[in-house]
């Protein structure tokens, strides 16, 4: 019985699914361009520039998931009415935008610093040397660390469902009324669904990293 149910309501499932990744793709493509910047501003910039990016991820990194989406949603709410899904991306994509610029600025001091000054020497401004040396070598080192921030951010995604997002964690909870209180059966095939994404995920992640692998600045020696 609760199988033949489980299986009539994978449609569902998998519509819930498509949301939350739809979740995770908006909130790291958000923290992947904001903590870029953020790295670049605290590692070069002037001292109010690295006081403002000290002080944002240290905030925002020090605040759980689950606040931030309730204050996104019901504290600015009360001034810009706001829809629940762009509530979760704005409040999960802040605090990604915190942890990434941590991952940003890590591969990017990793670049040795002789670099730029040869880059310099050759007659490239400070801006230059930035973008067409220092960078190109930080982004290949970035799918190892980087596999860390997926693996969070895609399970903070099934927070949205306390501000009425509809995604694989709310179609569970839909489904569990109909299933006469088979409650482990329903979550088990719903962490099973995340335990796909997330360890096919890691496993692009992973080949990304041996492909673009710099000679001497190896960050994982095993899957």
């Not at 995770?24 to 904001?34: D, E, K, T």
């Not at 969070?152 to 949205?160: D, F, G, R, V, Y």
């Not at 329903?186 to 096919?200: E, I, S």
């Amino acid at each position: 019985m609760i199988v033949e149910i489980i299986i009539n309501h994978i449609p569902y499932l998998l519509d819930g699914l498509w949301v939350a990744i739809q979740l995770l793709v908006c909130l790291l493509a958000i923290g992947f361009v904001f903590g870029l910047l953020l790295a670049l501003a605290e590692i070069y910039g002037h001292w109010t520039l690295r006081a403002f990016g000290m002080a944002f991820e240290r905030v925002f990194r020090g605040i759980p998931e689950l606040v931030l989406i309730l204050m996104c949603f019901y504290g600015v709410g009360n001034w810009f009415p706001i829809e629940p899904f762009p509530a979760a991306v704005l409040a999960l994509g802040l605090r990604s935008t915190a942890y990434q610029s941590q991952i940003f600025r890590g591969v990017i001091q990793a670049v040795p610093k002789g670099q730029i000054a040869a880059a310099r020497a050759i007659g490239m401004s400070g801006v230059q040397a930035v973008r067409y040396v220092v960078l190109p070598q930080a982004l290949r080192q970035m799918p190892g660390p980087w596999s860390n921030e997926f693996s969070s951010e895609l399970k903070a995604t099934s927070l949205a469902y306390v501000i009425g997002v509809v995604e694989l964690t709310r179609q569970g909870r839909y489904i569990i009324s109909s299933t006469q209180g088979n409650i482990l059966i329903v979550f088990a095939v719903v962490a099973l669904m995340y335990f796909v994404v997330n360890w096919l995920g890691n496993r692009v992640l992973y080949r990304a990293e041996r492909a673009l692998e710099i000679p001497g600045l190896e960050r994982r020696e095993s899957d």
